[in-house]
């Protein structure tokens, strides 16, 4: 055994450095994060009207920038908080938003467009941010807020009752699926010519 050990020490050190790399990643991984409502749930608010802040309804509101920090940094509204989307869920900004809601702080996420938020906005009410909306609008270069031509002309209707009914549907056919029955298959023979070609 004494040989084995020396032949293969190289081998073993390696496995036994693996071994505690694998046991440092379990000890040390990311916290899973807790949802606090369904996705279907987070489906239904993208129809409520609650949680879209129109632009004359901001005063008094943390006003949250989503956009890049180079776009924040070539105009952004006054008193807006840059959080680009990439880092909405970085600690720092997780302790942010908890500061905001044990504040009873309204926040208000914007960016480029309308719909830009939008993703957000639902990302940070289903982990329990109830006084995160969106902004019914848009930033302008001139760092003024327009309302888009989306939420000026346009209502988000998303008809939820079609979605459960194909969900029931799908599910009906994984309980009872359709069997075909075999087709035999027989072999038809064909000519053979006896001209041109290569």
Request: glycine share 6%.
């Amino acid at each position: 055994m004494n040989t084995f050990i020396k032949s293969n020490k190289i081998w073993l050190s390696l496995l036994g450095l693996a071994v505690i790399i694998v046991l440092l990643a379990f000890i040390f991984r990311p916290e899973i994060i807790h949802y606090q409502i369904s996705a279907n749930e987070s489906v239904k608010l993208v129809n409520d009207q609650s949680i879209q802040v129109n632009i004359k309804d901001i005063s008094g509101k943390q006003i949250i920038d989503i956009r890049s920090t180079e776009l924040f940094a070539q105009g952004h509204a006054a008193n807006a908080i840059n959080i680009p989307i990439r880092k909405l869920l970085e600690e720092e900004s997780i302790e942010f938003f908890e500061q905001l809601l044990e504040e009873g702080k309204e926040v208000v996420l914007y960016g480029s467009d309308e719909l830009e938020a939008v993703a957000p906005s639902l990302l940070l009410q289903q982990l329990g941010y109830k006084n995160v909306k969106q902004l019914s609008g848009k930033i302008t270069e001139t760092r003024e807020f327009k309302v888009s031509e989306l939420a000026s002309t346009e209502v988000s209707v998303i008809d939820t009752a079609a979605m459960r009914v194909k969900t029931e549907i799908k599910k009906a056919a994984e309980i009872n699926p359709i069997k075909k029955k075999p087709e035999a298959v027989i072999p038809v023979r064909q000519e053979v010519t006896s001209g041109g070609g290569c």
